[in-house]
Protein backbone atom coordinates (compact mmCIF):
# COMPACT_ATOMS: atom_id res chain seq x y z
CA UNK A 1 0.00 0.00 0.00
CA UNK A 2 2.67 2.26 0.92
CA UNK A 3 4.61 1.64 -2.34
CA UNK A 4 1.40 2.44 -4.24
CA UNK A 5 1.40 5.52 -2.80
CA UNK A 6 5.35 6.70 -3.50
CA UNK A 7 5.11 5.86 -6.87
CA UNK A 8 1.94 7.77 -7.16
CA UNK A 9 3.64 10.74 -5.69
CA UNK A 10 6.81 10.33 -8.02
CA UNK A 11 4.26 10.39 -10.77
CA UNK A 12 2.45 13.73 -9.24
CA UNK A 13 6.07 15.51 -9.24
CA UNK A 14 7.24 14.73 -12.38
CA UNK A 15 3.89 15.79 -13.74
CA UNK A 16 4.09 18.87 -11.74
CA UNK A 17 7.05 19.85 -13.39
CA UNK A 18 6.65 19.38 -16.78
CA UNK A 19 3.44 21.34 -16.10
CA UNK A 20 5.65 24.27 -14.60
CA UNK A 21 8.10 24.35 -17.89
CA UNK A 22 10.94 22.77 -15.56
CA UNK A 23 13.75 21.45 -18.01
CA UNK A 24 15.32 18.00 -17.44
CA UNK A 25 18.32 16.84 -18.04
CA UNK A 26 20.01 13.78 -17.37
CA UNK A 27 19.82 13.21 -13.33
CA UNK A 28 18.20 16.51 -12.57
CA UNK A 29 14.28 18.06 -12.64
CA UNK A 30 13.32 20.87 -11.28
CA UNK A 31 9.84 21.28 -9.47
CA UNK A 32 8.01 24.39 -8.91
CA UNK A 33 6.32 24.14 -5.20
CA UNK A 34 2.87 25.55 -4.52
CA UNK A 35 1.15 25.45 -1.61
CA UNK A 36 -1.42 22.52 -1.16
CA UNK A 37 -3.05 20.49 1.08
CA UNK A 38 -0.94 17.67 3.16
CA UNK A 39 -2.08 15.00 4.18
CA UNK A 40 -0.88 11.77 6.12
CA UNK A 41 -3.34 8.61 5.45
CA UNK A 42 -3.71 5.19 7.09
CA UNK A 43 -5.18 2.98 5.19
CA UNK A 44 -7.69 0.25 6.29
CA UNK A 45 -10.22 -2.20 6.24
CA UNK A 46 -12.54 -4.16 8.26
CA UNK A 47 -16.44 -4.16 9.36
CA UNK A 48 -19.39 -2.60 10.50
CA UNK A 49 -20.92 -3.75 13.86
CA UNK A 50 -23.49 -2.34 16.69
CA UNK A 51 -22.35 0.41 18.96
CA UNK A 52 -24.64 -1.14 21.45
CA UNK A 53 -26.09 -5.13 21.30
CA UNK A 54 -28.04 -7.44 23.37
CA UNK A 55 -25.80 -10.82 23.88
CA UNK A 56 -26.65 -14.15 23.62
CA UNK A 57 -25.35 -15.85 25.89
CA UNK A 58 -24.80 -19.93 26.99
CA UNK A 59 -26.64 -19.82 30.53
CA UNK A 60 -23.90 -19.80 33.19
CA UNK A 61 -25.60 -22.44 35.30
CA UNK A 62 -24.91 -25.46 32.95
CA UNK A 63 -21.90 -25.82 34.86
CA UNK A 64 -22.17 -29.65 34.91
CA UNK A 65 -21.62 -30.27 31.43
CA UNK A 66 -19.82 -29.89 27.82
CA UNK A 67 -22.72 -29.21 25.15
CA UNK A 68 -22.58 -28.61 21.57
CA UNK A 69 -24.62 -26.66 19.25
CA UNK A 70 -27.45 -28.75 17.85
CA UNK A 71 -29.34 -25.49 15.87
CA UNK A 72 -28.99 -22.06 15.54
CA UNK A 73 -31.21 -19.75 13.44
CA UNK A 74 -30.30 -18.24 10.69
CA UNK A 75 -27.41 -14.80 10.59
CA UNK A 76 -29.69 -11.61 10.18
CA UNK A 77 -32.94 -13.03 10.86
CA UNK A 78 -35.35 -11.22 12.65
CA UNK A 79 -36.33 -12.95 15.65
CA UNK A 80 -38.76 -11.75 18.47
CA UNK A 81 -38.79 -11.85 22.24
CA UNK A 82 -38.65 -15.40 23.82
CA UNK A 83 -37.87 -16.95 20.31
CA UNK A 84 -35.51 -20.08 20.24
CA UNK A 85 -32.49 -18.64 18.76
CA UNK A 86 -30.15 -21.63 19.34
CA UNK A 87 -30.68 -25.02 20.93
CA UNK A 88 -28.30 -26.68 22.78
CA UNK A 89 -27.10 -30.46 22.97
CA UNK A 90 -24.99 -32.56 25.85
CA UNK A 91 -24.26 -35.68 26.44
CA UNK A 92 -21.92 -35.03 29.24
CA UNK A 93 -25.28 -34.14 31.02
CA UNK A 94 -27.16 -37.26 30.21
CA UNK A 95 -23.88 -39.04 31.67
CA UNK A 96 -23.90 -36.63 34.59
CA UNK A 97 -27.40 -37.33 35.66
CA UNK A 98 -26.96 -41.09 35.77
CA UNK A 99 -24.02 -41.18 37.59
CA UNK A 100 -26.07 -38.83 40.42
CA UNK A 101 -28.96 -41.07 40.15
CA UNK A 102 -26.89 -43.97 40.86
CA UNK A 103 -24.64 -42.36 43.26
CA UNK A 104 -28.55 -41.13 44.98
CA UNK A 105 -29.58 -45.27 45.12
CA UNK A 106 -26.15 -46.15 46.72
CA UNK A 107 -27.47 -43.57 49.62
CA UNK A 108 -31.08 -44.28 49.57
CA UNK A 109 -29.42 -48.12 50.19
CA UNK A 110 -27.45 -47.22 52.58
CA UNK A 111 -30.05 -44.89 54.52
CA UNK A 112 -32.50 -47.91 54.29
CA UNK A 113 -29.74 -50.58 56.10
CA UNK A 114 -29.34 -47.49 58.79
CA UNK A 115 -32.77 -47.71 59.67
CA UNK A 116 -32.96 -51.15 59.88
CA UNK A 117 -29.98 -51.19 62.06
CA UNK A 118 -31.31 -49.13 64.20
CA UNK A 119 -34.32 -51.16 64.63
CA UNK A 120 -32.75 -54.07 64.92
CA UNK A 121 -30.25 -52.51 67.70
CA UNK A 122 -33.08 -50.95 69.54
CA UNK A 123 -34.96 -54.07 69.94
CA UNK A 124 -31.89 -56.14 71.47
CA UNK A 125 -31.18 -53.41 73.85
CA UNK A 126 -34.94 -52.82 74.81
CA UNK A 127 -35.00 -56.92 75.14
CA UNK A 128 -31.79 -56.36 77.68
CA UNK A 129 -33.34 -53.88 79.23
CA UNK A 130 -36.62 -55.45 79.89
CA UNK A 131 -34.38 -58.71 81.29
CA UNK A 132 -32.35 -56.05 83.07
CA UNK A 133 -35.39 -54.70 85.20
CA UNK A 134 -37.02 -57.59 86.11
CA UNK A 135 -34.19 -58.87 87.39
CA UNK A 136 -33.77 -56.07 89.61
CA UNK A 137 -37.09 -56.24 90.48
CA UNK A 138 -36.52 -59.98 91.71
CA UNK A 139 -33.44 -58.76 93.55
CA UNK A 140 -35.55 -55.89 95.26
CA UNK A 141 -38.18 -58.11 96.22
CA UNK A 142 -36.04 -61.09 97.77
CA UNK A 143 -33.11 -59.24 98.71
CA UNK A 144 -32.58 -60.19 102.63
CA UNK A 145 -32.63 -57.29 104.88
CA UNK A 146 -33.75 -58.23 108.27
CA UNK A 147 -30.29 -58.76 110.16
CA UNK A 148 -32.66 -60.90 113.01
CA UNK A 149 -33.75 -63.23 110.21
CA UNK A 150 -30.62 -63.46 107.77
CA UNK A 151 -27.03 -63.80 108.47
CA UNK A 152 -24.86 -60.47 107.92
CA UNK A 153 -22.96 -62.05 104.38
CA UNK A 154 -26.08 -62.40 102.76
CA UNK A 155 -27.50 -59.32 103.06
CA UNK A 156 -24.25 -57.62 101.58
CA UNK A 157 -24.35 -60.14 99.00
CA UNK A 158 -27.95 -59.22 98.10
CA UNK A 159 -27.51 -55.47 98.64
CA UNK A 160 -24.61 -56.09 95.99
CA UNK A 161 -26.90 -57.82 93.59
CA UNK A 162 -29.15 -55.54 93.88
CA UNK A 163 -26.76 -52.62 93.19
CA UNK A 164 -25.27 -54.93 89.86
CA UNK A 165 -28.75 -54.77 88.73
CA UNK A 166 -29.34 -51.98 88.85
CA UNK A 167 -26.17 -50.71 87.11
CA UNK A 168 -26.61 -53.25 84.48
CA UNK A 169 -30.07 -51.17 83.94
CA UNK A 170 -28.98 -47.81 83.85
CA UNK A 171 -25.93 -49.23 81.63
CA UNK A 172 -28.51 -50.71 79.20
CA UNK A 173 -30.19 -47.56 78.79
CA UNK A 174 -27.36 -45.77 78.44
CA UNK A 175 -26.22 -47.43 75.70
CA UNK A 176 -29.47 -47.55 73.90
CA UNK A 177 -29.57 -43.50 74.43
CA UNK A 178 -26.00 -43.43 72.79
CA UNK A 179 -26.35 -45.71 70.15
CA UNK A 180 -29.85 -43.90 68.62
CA UNK A 181 -27.93 -41.02 68.54
CA UNK A 182 -25.15 -41.98 66.94
CA UNK A 183 -27.48 -43.85 64.38
CA UNK A 184 -29.68 -40.82 64.49
CA UNK A 185 -26.55 -38.63 63.36
CA UNK A 186 -25.42 -41.30 60.66
CA UNK A 187 -29.09 -40.81 59.23
CA UNK A 188 -29.42 -36.90 59.16
CA UNK A 189 -25.64 -37.04 57.50
CA UNK A 190 -26.73 -39.51 54.88
CA UNK A 191 -30.28 -37.56 54.43
CA UNK A 192 -28.33 -33.78 53.59
CA UNK A 193 -25.79 -36.30 51.35
CA UNK A 194 -29.18 -37.37 49.58
CA UNK A 195 -30.65 -33.86 49.37
CA UNK A 196 -27.74 -32.42 47.79
CA UNK A 197 -27.79 -35.14 45.20
CA UNK A 198 -31.63 -34.43 44.79
CA UNK A 199 -30.61 -30.94 44.16
CA UNK A 200 -27.62 -31.42 41.51
CA UNK A 201 -30.31 -34.00 39.82
CA UNK A 202 -33.06 -31.40 39.57
CA UNK A 203 -30.57 -28.82 38.56
CA UNK A 204 -29.41 -31.22 35.09
CA UNK A 205 -32.87 -32.41 34.23
CA UNK A 206 -33.94 -28.56 34.91
CA UNK A 207 -31.09 -27.80 32.25
CA UNK A 208 -31.78 -30.91 29.76
CA UNK A 209 -35.21 -30.10 29.59
CA UNK A 210 -34.49 -26.43 28.96
CA UNK A 211 -31.30 -26.64 26.10
CA UNK A 212 -32.94 -23.94 24.66
CA UNK A 213 -31.65 -20.45 24.18
CA UNK A 214 -34.28 -17.39 23.44
CA UNK A 215 -34.10 -14.06 22.27
CA UNK A 216 -34.13 -11.60 25.07
CA UNK A 217 -36.05 -8.75 22.78
CA UNK A 218 -36.75 -8.27 19.84
CA UNK A 219 -33.76 -7.95 17.03
CA UNK A 220 -31.70 -9.11 14.09
CA UNK A 221 -29.44 -12.19 14.96
CA UNK A 222 -26.13 -11.77 14.40
CA UNK A 223 -23.64 -14.63 15.39
CA UNK A 224 -19.92 -14.46 16.82
CA UNK A 225 -17.17 -15.39 16.02
CA UNK A 226 -14.92 -18.01 17.73
CA UNK A 227 -11.44 -17.21 18.39
CA UNK A 228 -9.67 -18.31 15.48
CA UNK A 229 -12.02 -15.76 14.23
CA UNK A 230 -14.64 -18.32 12.57
CA UNK A 231 -18.03 -18.02 12.91
CA UNK A 232 -19.95 -20.56 15.65
CA UNK A 233 -22.01 -23.19 13.73
CA UNK A 234 -23.67 -26.21 14.76
CA UNK A 235 -21.31 -28.95 15.81
CA UNK A 236 -18.98 -26.06 18.11
CA UNK A 237 -18.97 -26.76 22.16
CA UNK A 238 -20.49 -24.32 24.12
CA UNK A 239 -19.42 -23.21 27.68
CA UNK A 240 -21.40 -21.12 30.18
CA UNK A 241 -21.12 -17.68 29.82
CA UNK A 242 -20.26 -18.35 26.22
CA UNK A 243 -21.63 -15.16 24.00
CA UNK A 244 -22.66 -17.13 20.91
CA UNK A 245 -24.21 -14.29 19.04
CA UNK A 246 -26.13 -10.89 19.81
CA UNK A 247 -28.81 -8.55 19.09
CA UNK A 248 -27.58 -5.50 17.67
CA UNK A 249 -29.14 -2.03 18.32
CA UNK A 250 -29.01 -0.92 14.51
CA UNK A 251 -29.38 2.71 14.96
CA UNK A 252 -26.11 3.24 15.99
CA UNK A 253 -23.26 1.55 14.16
CA UNK A 254 -19.50 1.51 14.35
CA UNK A 255 -16.30 0.10 12.73
CA UNK A 256 -14.21 -2.27 13.33
CA UNK A 257 -11.11 -1.84 11.47
CA UNK A 258 -7.49 -3.67 10.88
CA UNK A 259 -4.66 -1.34 10.14
CA UNK A 260 -1.22 -3.31 8.65
CA UNK A 261 1.25 -3.18 11.91
CA UNK A 262 3.77 -1.97 9.51
CA UNK A 263 1.51 1.30 8.48
CA UNK A 264 0.14 2.34 11.88
CA UNK A 265 2.95 5.18 12.70
CA UNK A 266 0.93 7.23 13.86
CA UNK A 267 -2.26 5.78 15.11
CA UNK A 268 -3.77 6.70 18.16
CA UNK A 269 -7.70 8.16 19.48
CA UNK A 270 -9.60 10.49 18.01
CA UNK A 271 -8.11 10.75 14.52
CA UNK A 272 -10.95 11.55 11.77
CA UNK A 273 -11.71 8.59 9.37
CA UNK A 274 -13.61 8.42 6.15
CA UNK A 275 -14.65 5.13 4.94
CA UNK A 276 -16.65 3.61 2.17
CA UNK A 277 -19.44 0.45 2.28
CA UNK A 278 -17.99 -2.44 -0.36
CA UNK A 279 -21.60 -2.23 -2.46
CA UNK A 280 -21.69 1.70 -1.81
CA UNK A 281 -18.56 3.01 -2.64
CA UNK A 282 -20.09 6.31 -4.13
CA UNK A 283 -21.04 7.41 -0.56
CA UNK A 284 -18.22 8.42 1.95
CA UNK A 285 -19.51 8.24 5.85
CA UNK A 286 -16.82 9.97 8.31
CA UNK A 287 -16.00 9.23 12.13
CA UNK A 288 -13.44 9.31 14.16
CA UNK A 289 -11.37 6.27 16.32
CA UNK A 290 -12.57 5.93 19.21
CA UNK A 291 -10.10 2.70 20.61
CA UNK A 292 -6.97 0.62 19.73
CA UNK A 293 -5.59 -2.68 20.36
CA UNK A 294 -2.34 -2.46 22.32
CA UNK A 295 -1.11 -5.64 20.20
CA UNK A 296 -1.41 -6.15 16.83
CA UNK A 297 -2.39 -9.88 16.21
CA UNK A 298 -2.71 -11.93 12.48
CA UNK A 299 -6.01 -12.22 11.26
CA UNK A 300 -5.59 -16.03 10.40
CA UNK A 301 -3.87 -18.59 12.23
CA UNK A 302 -1.40 -19.07 9.14
CA UNK A 303 -0.97 -15.65 8.32
CA UNK A 304 2.60 -13.89 8.50
CA UNK A 305 0.54 -10.51 8.63
CA UNK A 306 -0.20 -8.73 11.84
CA UNK A 307 -2.71 -5.93 12.13
CA UNK A 308 -3.76 -3.58 14.72
CA UNK A 309 -8.16 -3.27 15.32
CA UNK A 310 -9.12 -0.12 16.03
CA UNK A 311 -12.76 0.64 16.58
CA UNK A 312 -14.43 3.97 15.11
CA UNK A 313 -17.73 5.56 15.94
CA UNK A 314 -19.29 6.81 12.96
CA UNK A 315 -21.16 10.10 12.73
CA UNK A 316 -24.16 9.21 11.05
CA UNK A 317 -25.58 5.73 10.93
CA UNK A 318 -27.72 4.73 7.75
CA UNK A 319 -30.13 1.83 9.09
CA UNK A 320 -30.84 0.91 4.89
CA UNK A 321 -27.73 0.48 4.34
CA UNK A 322 -25.31 -0.31 7.52
CA UNK A 323 -26.06 -3.55 8.70
CA UNK A 324 -23.58 -6.08 11.00
CA UNK A 325 -20.84 -7.31 8.92
CA UNK A 326 -21.31 -5.08 6.33
CA UNK A 327 -17.24 -4.79 4.91
CA UNK A 328 -15.43 -1.35 4.29
CA UNK A 329 -12.58 0.39 3.16
CA UNK A 330 -11.55 3.23 5.44
CA UNK A 331 -8.99 6.21 5.74
CA UNK A 332 -7.50 7.35 8.81
CA UNK A 333 -5.93 10.59 8.59
CA UNK A 334 -2.87 11.08 10.79
CA UNK A 335 -2.23 14.43 9.71
CA UNK A 336 -3.96 16.70 7.76
CA UNK A 337 -2.92 20.68 6.62
CA UNK A 338 -4.49 23.17 4.28
CA UNK A 339 -2.12 25.23 2.02
CA UNK A 340 1.53 24.46 3.04
CA UNK A 341 4.44 24.06 1.47
CA UNK A 342 5.14 20.53 1.11
CA UNK A 343 8.45 19.02 -0.91
CA UNK A 344 9.45 15.41 -2.32
CA UNK A 345 11.51 13.79 0.43
CA UNK A 346 14.22 13.01 -2.07
CA UNK A 347 14.68 17.00 -2.55
CA UNK A 348 16.04 17.72 1.39
CA UNK A 349 19.81 17.61 1.93
CA UNK A 350 20.89 16.90 5.42
CA UNK A 351 23.76 18.13 7.07
CA UNK A 352 24.84 18.21 10.51
CA UNK A 353 21.22 17.70 11.43
CA UNK A 354 20.06 20.99 9.13
CA UNK A 355 17.95 20.71 6.15
CA UNK A 356 18.62 21.66 2.75
CA UNK A 357 16.68 22.58 -0.55
CA UNK A 358 18.62 23.56 -3.99
CA UNK A 359 16.70 26.14 -4.87
CA UNK A 360 16.79 27.39 -8.44
CA UNK A 361 16.68 30.92 -8.93
CA UNK A 362 16.96 31.94 -12.95
CA UNK A 363 20.41 29.99 -14.11
CA UNK A 364 21.51 29.39 -10.60
CA UNK A 365 21.05 26.84 -7.77
CA UNK A 366 21.53 28.15 -4.23
CA UNK A 367 21.70 25.79 -1.16
CA UNK A 368 18.98 26.90 1.34
CA UNK A 369 18.49 26.16 4.76
CA UNK A 370 15.22 25.21 5.53
CA UNK A 371 12.99 24.24 8.36
CA UNK A 372 10.55 21.21 8.14
CA UNK A 373 7.81 20.19 9.84
CA UNK A 374 5.01 17.20 9.53
CA UNK A 375 6.40 13.80 7.12
CA UNK A 376 5.40 11.55 5.31
CA UNK A 377 6.88 8.57 3.10
CA UNK A 378 6.59 10.68 0.48
CA UNK A 379 6.54 14.72 1.54
CA UNK A 380 8.00 16.85 4.34
CA UNK A 381 6.19 20.45 5.01
CA UNK A 382 8.51 23.63 4.85
CA UNK A 383 7.55 25.58 7.68
CA UNK A 384 10.57 28.40 6.63
CA UNK A 385 12.84 29.83 4.22
CA UNK A 386 10.89 28.61 0.95
CA UNK A 387 7.91 31.17 -0.89
CA UNK A 388 5.35 29.66 -2.80
CA UNK A 389 6.05 29.27 -6.25
CA UNK A 390 9.79 28.95 -6.13
CA UNK A 391 11.57 26.32 -7.95
CA UNK A 392 13.18 23.63 -6.35
CA UNK A 393 16.21 21.25 -7.95
CA UNK A 394 15.70 17.56 -7.92
CA UNK A 395 18.62 15.01 -8.49
CA UNK A 396 22.60 16.68 -9.46
CA UNK A 397 22.79 20.37 -9.93
CA UNK A 398 26.04 20.56 -11.21
CA UNK A 399 24.26 19.05 -14.60
CA UNK A 400 22.23 22.08 -14.87
CA UNK A 401 23.51 24.39 -17.73
CA UNK A 402 25.33 27.10 -15.81
CA UNK A 403 24.84 26.07 -12.17
CA UNK A 404 27.09 25.72 -9.68
CA UNK A 405 27.09 25.60 -5.86
CA UNK A 406 27.76 28.47 -3.76
Given at each position: ?11 L ?17 V??V???TF ?11 A?K??P?V?PP???W ?9 P????V?K ?8 S?N??ER?RI ?10 E??K???QL????T???GQ??V???Q ?14 F ?13 Y ?5 R??E??R ?18 NT ?16 I ?11 K?W ?7 G ?18 E?K???L ?7 K ?12 P ?18 G ?5 K ?7 L ?13 V ?6 E???D???V ?7 E ?8 K?S?R ?8 G ?7 I ?25
Amino acid sequence: MMARKLAAALVLTAALAAGCGGTKKAGMAVLKVRKATFQIVIPSFGELQAAKSTPIVVPPESRWGLQTISWMAPEYSLVKKDEVVIRLASTNLVERLRIEQAEMDKLNLEIGKKQKQLEKDKTDLHGQIEVTSIQRKLADVYAARDELIFPKNKIIEDAIDLEYQNTRERHFERKRDQMEKRITAELQLLESKANTRRVQMKQIQDQLNNLEIKAPQDGMLVINKYWSGEKYRVGMNAYPGQKLGSLPDLTQMEAKLFVLESEAAGLKESLPVSLTLDFEPGRVFTGKVIGIDTIAKPLGEDSPLKYFEAKVALDITDPLLMKPGVQVRASIFVEKQADVLAVPNQALVFEQDKAFLLVKNSARVEKRAVETGARSLTLTIITKGLSDGEAILLGNPATASGGKLP
